[in-house]
């Protein structure tokens, strides 16, 4: 078995359909509606965008690319224009795998949008340092709002549908600094359990897991301030020598190609 069962790659989203909460639907006006081809030509003049992330560890700036995940990149762009990444916590993060974000830390917003999922897309590029992806469960188009940031090459992630949309142009080394002492999240590991994140919020994180980075605040800025910046994928070393949390171990049926040594976060279903 590898060191991360495909299951762990599906990001926390999975946790909802286990998880108690109102399902969105189309008639509820106060549920966000499924990315429209409207939405997707709004995207700003050029396509490419960039977003700000203001973290407890410092800025971090994501160069978002619509070319290579169209429905990704547009879900993205309106979930930071909702304000639905603010005051939300990285709750998973793996030493040298990646570090996972996305639900949000008021239970009734979360409730809105966890069900609101976008279709799958091609994997245009590859899940190396740097680059962001949504996280998905095993069912067939379950992004919704949890995105992951690799900390290493995974790009054995990619024969698995995870397409990345964005990378880090800069503060990769703010990446890098995320907490991790919790490690994987329960029942496998010692962190946080999607399900109780999503049923108690923030107030949950805070009392059992203060030491938590969050997004205090995600904002399209001009992307004019930052033309030239270069993606920064050097490896870390600080980190060289850490090793990654040990996985899951679970019964399931092996893939027909070998299962990553890592996989993104899960979604509980």
Known sequence: MSRFTP???????????????????ASDPEVPQATSQKQLETLPAGGDFQVLLETTKGNIVLDVH??????GAARFKELVEEGFYNDTAFFRVIDG?????????DPAVHAKWKDNNIMD???VESNKRGYVSFAKSGLPNSRSTQFF?????????????????????????????LYNGYGEGAPSGRGP????????????????????DYIKKATIVDGSAKEGAKPEAAAPDAKADKKPAEPEKKEEA????????KTPAKKDE
Do not use: R
């Open 7 to 25: 299951w762990i790659l599906c990001l926390a989203v999975s946790c909802l359909a286990g998880c108690p909460g109102e399902t969105p639907t």
């Open 193 to 212: 359990h999607q399900g109780k994140l999503v049923e108690g919020g923030n107030a949950y994180l805070k009392k059992e897991f203060p030491m938590l």
């Open 121 to 123: 897309e091609p994997v």
């Open 254 to 261: 092996k893939p027909e190609k070998a299962a990553p040594e």
């Open 149 to 177: 940031i690799n900390f290493g090459d995974n790009s054995n992630l990619d024969g698995m549908g995870f397409s990345p949309f964005a990378q880090v142009i800069e503060g990769m080394d703010v990446v890098d600094s």
């Open 66 to 71: 619509p070319e290579w995940s169209p429905k």
């Open 97 to 105: 795998f990646m570090a996972q974000i996305g639900i949000n830390g």
